[in-house]
């Protein structure tokens, strides 16, 4: 758990962060969401200490990190940004390795270590781990940035607009991947955007940050249903329910039972999400689908599925 207590940061009279509360629970992805400025990189570089504050408490798991040793610290967890930082005089093999030779693991632990790493995040390590970091393309360093931020097993992983610097389908496929790893890993993570559509995606809880004060902290269909003020709804705007049906399958929803006739209907996958599922019904301009698991027909999805799946609040849980 990490807990942040009055947390403040000043530079020169200007305070980037402003008293700031936020507590984020084991296990949970919080996105730091706001616009450009609102003081989220600045919370993330006072959790590892990279900076100190000016007033207030980090504290993980009920110790507070300004009584621990900063490169100690920072060795528990793992630390991602734009344009990964890897090292470019080593080899992806060594990148990965970094962190576990400083805990002074040995060779042999290692090296399994970064075989598990590359194939977790979709490299194969016969043909990575000999590479250098110029050699790969945004999204596979990007890649190799995730599996060397995890390689010591970090229960804290600090993540800065991992994705900001990469094209938009890359993006979206390395959003997808952290998605599945995380429902995995369960890693206590503080994950930077300010792109709705990836907090909304990735976040169990989304901290709304503006002017370095937080003015929500919740589950994304939270802040759809009960924004807690002006500045929220007018942040998210009108399509936020839109964008938070991306967390539901169509195999959490109750369908309609199969009708007569229904085998003419255009099929969907039951694994999609309702987002997906909901385009197909438009750019099909269908009036419903036939959702089928394995092949066979289970049931079928149209506006009135949508509309009856939204009624109740749900937990998000597809992955
Ligand atoms: N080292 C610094 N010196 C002076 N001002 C800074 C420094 N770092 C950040 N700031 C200021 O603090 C505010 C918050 O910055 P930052 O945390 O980077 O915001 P965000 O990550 O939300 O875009 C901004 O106004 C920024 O200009
Ligand atoms: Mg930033």
């Not at 009708?259 to 999609?272: F, N, Q, S």
Request: with cysteine.
């Amino acid at each position: 758990m990490i807990e942040i207590s009055g947390l403040t940061k000043e530079y020169g009279g200007h305070r980037a962060v402003d008293g700031l509360d936020l507590t984020v629970a084991s296990g949970e992805l919080t996105v730091l969401l706001g616009p450009s400025g609102a003081g989220k990189t600045t919370v993330l570089r006072c959790i590892n200490r990279l900076i100190e504050p000016t007033s207030g408490t980090v504290c993980v798991e009920g110790v507070d990190v300004a009584t621990l040793d900063p490169v100690e610290l920072r060795r528990r967890m793992g630390y991602v940004i734009q344009n990964v930082g890897l090292f470019p005089n080593m080899t992806i093999r060594e990148n990965v390795a970094a962190v576990p030779r400083l805990l002074g693991w040995d060779k042999r632990r290692i090296a399994e270590r970064i075989d598990e790493m590359l194939e977790l995040v979709g490299l194969d390590p016969e043909r990575y781990g000999g590479k250098y970091p110029r050699q790969l393309s945004g999204g596979e360093a990007q890649r190799v940035g995730v599996a060397r931020a995890l390689a010591a097993d970090p229960p804290i992983l600090l993540m800065d607009e991992p994705f900001g610097a990469v094209d938009p389908l890359t993006r979206e496929r390395l959003q997808r991947e952290m998605r599945h790893l995380q429902a995995r890993l369960r890693k206590t993570v503080v994950f930077v955007t300010h792109d709705i559509d990836e907090a909304v995606l990735l976040g169990d809880r989304i901290a709304l940050m503006r002017d370095g004060r937080l003015e929500q902290h919740d589950t994304p269909e939270a802040l759809w249903r009960r924004p807690a003020n002006e500045f929220v709804r007018r942040f998210f705007g009108e399509n936020l329910g839109l964008r938070v049906i991306i967390r539901y399958c169509l195999a959490d929803v109750r369908l309609k039972p199969l009708e007569e006739g229904a085998t003419a209907l255009p099929r969907i996958d039951a694994g999609v999400t309702l987002k997906e599922a909901l385009a197909e019904l438009v750019g099909r301009r269908a009036r419903a689908l036939a959702v089928v698991r394995d092949g066979a027909p289970i049931g079928m999805f149209d506006f009135d599925v949508l509309l009856a799946s939204l009624a109740e609040e749900g937990d998000g849980a597809c992955s």
